[in-house]
């Protein structure tokens, strides 16, 4: 079946940590974004990354298209950071179904 | 400062009182959705919008229409609204589509009693 999966599905770090946040999606997925979801429910679109490396500030993001997973770096986290990420792909022949995956709820703690 | 706007953000209706809620886009974006979030469930989509005056069912219609006579606006429309519908919505667009990054409203926080 269509899958997404990300791990790990809880995270604390301490501020200043590093951390990789990883998302693994079948053979029916493309077209990776990922999500952050604040403390407050709001989502903010982090990357649009169907293939290659992107970064913007402290974040930055990996898609390996060919082999079906796809990682965000977070560095020198802040408690800012504190929230769930999502991933997110295109299911593969529907171009009007966007698949998320079931989080990782990150807490940063100063 | 391009956005999606959701209104209310927070609402608390009773059972079979008809209520709309509304989102609007400033980014000329072609297409726009809109997903329930329940703990549990992820994001499921209700309704999507490829254009104006084309709509289509997404997972979980049922209970929920929708209408899009201009391109800004996609309201979000329950007749009657159940205690099940008591969940977080949010409204999305996009330039193209699934094929292109996504920007959410702030989320509209409904119950239902």
């Known amino acids: 079946g269509i899958q997404v999966e990300q791990s790990p599905p809880d995270l604390i770090l301490q501020e200043g940590a590093n951390s990789t946040l990883r998302c693994n999606f079948s053979?029916?997925?493309?077209?990776l974004q990922w999500f952050h979801q604040n403390p407050w429910g709001q989502l903010i679109n982090l990357f649009y990354i169907p293939s290659g490396t992107k970064q913007n500030g402290r974040l930055s993001a990996t898609t390996v298209a060919t082999e079906r997973y796809s990682l965000l770096y977070i560095s020198s986290s802040q408690t800012t950071d504190s929230g769930v990420y999502f991933c997110?792909?295109?299911?593969?022949?529907?171009?009007?179904?966007?698949?998320f995956g079931t989080g990782t709820l990150l807490a940063v703690q100063p | 400062e391009a956005q999606v706007t959701q209104n209310p953000r927070y609402l608390i209706t009773v059972t079979g009182k008809k209520l709309t809620v509304t989102c609007s886009q400033n980014m000329n974006h072609e297409y726009m959705s809109w997903y329930r979030q329940d703990p549990g469930l992820g994001l499921r989509q209700i309704y999507y919008?490829?254009?104006?005056?084309?709509?289509d069912k997404g997972d979980v219609p049922e209970g929920y229409k929708v209408s899009r006579k201009e391109k800004r606006n996609f309201p979000l429309i329950l007749e009657s609204p159940s205690p099940n519908q008591t969940s977080l919505y949010f409204c999305?667009?996009?330039?193209?589509?699934?094929?292109?990054?996504?920007?959410f409203g702030s989320g509209t926080r409904l119950t239902v009693v």
């Open positions: 997110a792909g295109l299911y593969g022949g529907a171009t009007n179904k966007l698949i």
């Open positions: 919008s490829m254009n104006v005056e084309v709509t």
């Open positions: 053979d029916s997925v493309n077209n």
């Open positions: 999305a667009s996009s330039l193209l589509g699934p094929v292109d990054g996504y920007t």
